[in-house]
């Protein structure tokens, strides 16, 4: 009996975009059940384009267009939500900005029966032989990422939110993503409390998705204490610096005290930011989720 598969696709404001995944998705050797598109409430008219695509009357299309913009960590919530709720036995997860290439969703479901928790080989739509390094790797090339793989499978490592195929076992087990995260974060701390229920990632690399790399400003700091990761606008860094401060308060190792010690030595730095870094430090902390929005309006 075949097994069913929703494909949830987050969205903001790239229409044109969303239109290359779709076709992406529909034109998969391994057909898709259903799609949820999660419109974080554009306002470039997103419903017009798929209107007169005639996506609206596609079969297996399902459009949910959300109140206000819940960031990425609230769209993959709430598809992820509605993809369990309507029983589903897997979830096929992607931003806009991706192209999963034909067979991709095929090879991944060839190990289903292997693993609950897989992801694709994510390769940098701007060089086709970069692949998209995972946390802390420092692989950078698709050539380094296949010379790697054992059986096809790179096990304990994953690209999430960029392709990633998670059963409905694991989605009862471990809940939604967490929405209060907005943007940055929000992924790898559902990979970490995955990893800590017992669900191991894997990178299938004949699972091929495409994905633009991450822009994020780095600053290097002195004394060989490494880098740190800037968003530009006082909002995004907010948002960043909280968001990895609550997931090394919860899921701590030797890495999260380097995380402290590292943003707290730039911060002493900056003193235009100071006081947004040491927020964001204390917020994640605590885990207090009520200041985001006075950043943004700022």
């Not at 694709?120 to 090339?141: A, E, F, Q």
């Not at 999430?160 to 195929?165: E, M």
Request: hydrophobic share 40%.
């Amino acid at each position: 009996m075949k097994q069913t598969v929703a494909a949830v696709v987050v969205t903001h404001n790239r229409k044109e975009l969303l239109v290359k995944c779709l076709r992406a998705i529909l034109d998969q050797t391994y057909a898709v059940d259903r799609i949820f598109v999660i419109d974080n409430a554009s306002s470039d008219g997103t419903p017009q384009m798929l209107e007169r695509l005639d996506f609206m009357k596609h079969p297996q299309l399902e459009y949910i267009r959300l109140a206000e913009n819940m960031g990425g960590a609230g769209g993959f919530h709430e598809g992820i939500k509605l993809a369990y709720d309507r029983g589903f036995d897997w979830i096929w997860l992607m931003d806009d900005d991706g192209l999963p290439y034909p067979t991709s969703l095929e090879n991944l479901m060839n190990m289903t029966g292997r693993y609950q928790f897989l992801g694709p080989l994510l390769v940098d739509s701007h060089n086709l032989s970069s692949s998209s390094p995972w946390r802390k790797s420092t692989i950078s090339r698709v050539s380094e990422s296949e010379a790697i793989a054992c059986d096809g499978c790179i096990v304990g490592q994953i690209s999430i939110f960029n392709g990633t195929l998670i059963s409905r076992q694991m989605v009862a087990t471990i809940g939604y993503p967490k929405k209060e995260f907005f943007i940055w974060g929000d992924e790898e701390e559902y990979r970490r409390r995955a990893v800590r229920a017992g669900y191991l990632p894997v990178t299938v690399c004949s699972a091929i998705h495409y994905h633009p790399p991450c822009r994020l400003r780095i600053k290097r700091l002195p004394m060989r204490l490494g880098s740190v990761w800037l968003p530009e606008d006082k909002f995004r860094l907010y948002v960043y610096v909280r968001n990895f401060s609550y997931i090394h308060s919860r899921y701590a190792s030797f890495d999260s005290v380097k995380f402290y010690v590292k943003y707290l030595i730039y911060a002493l730095s900056d003193y235009k930011r100071i006081w947004i870094i040491m927020m964001a430090l204390f917020d994640g902390f605590v885990g207090y989720w009520g200041r985001a929005k006075k950043f943004q309006r700022s």
